[in-house]
């Protein structure tokens, strides 16, 4: 059984950053690809970046690439997302997904239909 918890949202300023965590627990080994999606309101849940635990390689959408980063801790148990110079368009509810296989399709891996184990979310509101 896989469960992801993330944690880390909340209301900050335009320009400020701020880091999400998502803690997972079950059988996810370094075959796993974890992800960061997004859901705006009225919008298409959005890919935001995913790495591959087995190597580190790591996947960016072109709308947070350079600003967002992800990475995961040396004990293996927690993916976080980095998020930097933040803007009231990345309002939305973040969360994160894993999938066995999903890095390996790295032209898709955005795809959130890949992913089989999903977050509950945390809230980010960036204010103007």
């Known amino acids: 059984q896989v469960q992801l918890m993330e944690s880390g949202g909340g209301s900050v300023e335009t320009g400020e950053p701020l880091t999400l965590s998502c803690r997972f627990f079950g059988n996810i080994g370094g075959s796993y690809c974890m992800a960061w999606f997004r859901k705006k309101p009225g919008k298409d849940r959005e890919g935001l970046a995913a790495?591959?635990?087995?190597?580190?390689?790591?996947f960016y959408s072109d709308a947070v690439k350079g600003r967002f980063e992800i990475s995961q801790d040396n004990a293996g148990n927690t993916l976080y997302l980095r998020m930097n110079s933040l803007r009231p368009e990345d309002t939305a509810s973040y969360y994160c997904?894993?999938?066995?296989?999903?890095?390996?399709?790295?032209?898709?891996?955005?795809?959130?239909?890949?992913?089989?184990?999903w977050g509950h979310g945390t809230q980010v509101t960036v204010s103007v």
């Open positions: 790495i591959y635990l087995g190597g580190g390689k790591t």
């Open positions: 997904a894993a999938d066995y296989g999903a890095c390996l399709r790295e032209s898709s891996w955005w795809r959130g239909d890949w992913y089989n184990y």
